[in-house]
């Protein structure tokens, strides 16, 4: 049976309806189009974001905490940056322990790479951009520190019967400390000195001027004129060296404590002698005092550009959200992607600034001593036992610190003795 006419009408004035009328494509919702933003941009975001922390990556060596263990696997193992402070470390370490032979080639290498480091340093030059911490540049030291490994190679020269290389070492020890940002800090070592005059007339010159220096910067130690005969010196080193720490809102300032030290002289008791012994330098005074750094400026501008971009990044977030999240009385599709777009930029600026490095170098010499002093004896050549005792403020001697040394004087050069308040003892040097 045939259908009712005009329900055939009806289906064709549908069709007819249908075809001519334009097909409209759905309109994006603000939160399509946010997501294929964030999409197309958010390579960008993480390529930045893991450029700033790929420097953070360490290199683990596993340490037992005996220096002379710890120190020669992260020489050989360790990150290639801290290899010079590795080197100082154990150097000192082993001076304390009677094994000069040990530390000889390391404070070596570690000069040799000191003398090149002031050359173009591509570690260094990186470290002064704005995602790279001032920690991955090769270590030297401060100038106090880098004065240290100077004193204590000149130190092993002359026990060696090199007075001439160990003069050279002092000098360069006062050179390290030239750059002081005050100019009455400037090379104010009192031994350095002292020793380059005393090479200077044991071979056979004049070392007046550099005793003048020395004295001059002693305030109020009694340095002792020069004996040419005397032919036993004495090197001691006591009390713990400064800390570096971080201070700044975001580290950005090196800083100094001073350790106090339970020692603050000591006393040489060889046969009937008994000679006391006062501080010479403090290392603690030479740290804080060697005024500011060129790495401390550029510090202080990376953290003017952390806060700077921290900042921008809230307020574009801020201002964004109130853009692409607010209530219109007539949908405003350029006011969504122009949130949508603030908000991007505002996570960029903080991610920018999230890897933003300012923070300040405090790897750190951490086993230097608070004070080096010096005494010098003349003794016959032969075998002598020395018992050397490190006082407290009152000029009691703590027995716990006390050290025996037996010398051998020799016949033909000066004997040089170098004890720690931390030296292994007995020993025998």
């Known amino acids: 049976m045939a259908q009712p006419k005009s329900n055939n009408l009806s289906s064709l004035s549908i069709r007819l309806t249908e ?87 390391l404070l070596d290498d570690a000069l040799l790479t000191l003398g090149g480091v002031y050359g173009k340093d591509a570690e260094a030059r990186k470290a002064r951009g704005l995602f790279n911490k001032e920690a991955r540049k090769t270590f030297i030291g401060e100038p106090y520190e880098r004065s240290m490994a100077y004193f204590y190679r000149g130190v092993i020269y002359w026990r060696d019967g090199e007075l001439d290389n160990a003069r050279a070492c002092f000098r360069s020890a006062e050179f390290e ?31 007046s001027d550099a005793f003048k220096r020395a004295k001059a910067v002693a305030k109020n130690i009694n340095l002792p004129d020069y004996n040419p005969q005397a032919n036993v010196l004495f090197i001691l080193e006591y009390g713990p060296g400064p800390e570096k720490y971080a201070g700044g809102k975001y580290d950005e300032e090196l800083r100094f404590r001073a350790r106090g030290s339970p020692v603050l002289s000591a006393q040489i008791k060889a046969g009937s002698v008994s000679l006391p012994v006062a501080p010479c330098d403090d290392l603690n005074f030479q740290a804080t005092t060697r005024g500011g750094r060129v790495m401390d400026h550029v510090l202080a501008n990376k953290a003017v550009f952390k806060g700077a971009t921290d900042t921008i990044g809230d307020a574009a977030i801020i201002s964004g959200a109130i853009l692409a999240n607010g209530r219109h009385y007539q949908r405003n599709g350029s006011a969504d992607e122009i949130g949508a777009g603030l908000i991007l930029m505002g996570v960029a600026s903080k991610l920018i600034s999230a890897a933003t490095t300012p923070e300040a170098d405090i790897r750190a010499w951490d086993n230097l001593p608070q004070f080096i002093s010096f005494a010098a004896l003349k003794m ?13 403020a009152s000029g009691a001697a703590n027995p716990k610190l006390t050290k025996t040394i037996t010398v051998n004087v020799p016949a033909d050069h000066d004997k040089v003795v170098f004890v720690s308040d931390s030296s292994t003892t007995p020993q025998t040097q």
């Open 19 to 105: 075809a001519s009328t334009p097909v409209i494509p759905p309109t994006k919702s603000r939160d399509v189009r946010f997501y294929d933003l964030a999409l197309k941009y958010f390579p960008l975001l993480v390529v930045l974001f893991f450029n700033g922390c790929a420097s953070t990556m360490q290199q683990r060596v596993s340490l037992t905490g005996d220096i002379l263990v710890d120190g020669p696997k992260m020489i050989a193992s360790g990150p290639r940056r801290d290899r010079v402070l590795w080197q100082y470390r154990t150097a000192s370490a082993a001076m304390r322990r009677g094994q000069f032979d040990v530390a000889k080639p």
């Open 177 to 207: 400390d030239s750059d002081a940002e005050k100019s009455e800090y400037k090379g104010d070592w009192v031994l350095p000195d002292y020793l380059d005059g005393l090479a200077t007339t044991k071979l056979a010159g004049d070392g």
């Open 380 to 392: 016959p050549p032969g075998e002598h036992v020395v018992t050397l005792e490190f006082n407290n």
